[in-house]
């Protein structure tokens, strides 16, 4: 599992002219799989991204998100496993296919959910364009 973490003012996704996920101050989360990936890793790492201290406290960065009460956007992006080590054309062989990255994409939303975080999302699979500041 990847995961591509953006700190954001706001930030939003579209899907066909159409805002399907919008979040204020927090975390914009680009999220992959690999094979071999399951909810054990999906747990650690959700784990490990909540309590990372990026945000600016006044001073330093030093805050995480519950203490800044910001929200996460999640995108699915296969295109965290690119392989650009020969040729110019990106393979994705390292990326899980849908049947695998489905699951665990919705399992990792709903756990960030289950924690009590605020968690928008794109639609997995769709052609999304991300605005974000």
């Known amino acids: 599992?990847?995961?591509?973490?953006?700190?954001v003012k706001n930030a939003?996704?579209?899907?066909?002219?159409?805002?399907?996920?919008k979040i204020d101050k927090g975390e914009l989360i680009f999220v992959g799989f690999k094979p071999g990936d399951s909810t054990k890793i999906v747990d650690?790492?959700?784990q490990k991204l909540l309590k990372l201290r990026i945000f600016f406290d006044g001073e330093?960065?030093?805050?995480s998100l519950d203490q800044v009460n910001g929200k996460i956007l999640s995108v699915s992006q296969f295109t965290l496993y690119a392989d650009i080590k020969k040729g110019r054309r990106?393979?994705?062989n390292l990326a899980a296919n849908g049947s695998v990255s489905k699951p665990?994409?919705?399992?990792?939303?709903?756990y960030i959910s289950s924690l009590g975080y605020d968690?928008?999302?794109?639609?997995?699979?769709?052609?999304?364009?991300?605005?974000?500041?």
């Open 90 to 92: 990106p393979s994705f």
């Open 60 to 63: 330093k960065t030093n805050a």
């Open 104 to 110: 665990l994409y919705d399992y990792c939303v709903e």
């Open 1 to 7: 599992m990847r995961i591509l973490v953006q700190v």
């Open 12 to 21: 939003k996704v579209d899907v066909d002219g159409k805002t399907v996920g």
């Open 44 to 46: 650690k790492m959700i």
């Open 119 to 133: 968690v928008k999302t794109g639609i997995f699979g769709a052609d999304m364009k991300i605005n974000l500041i």
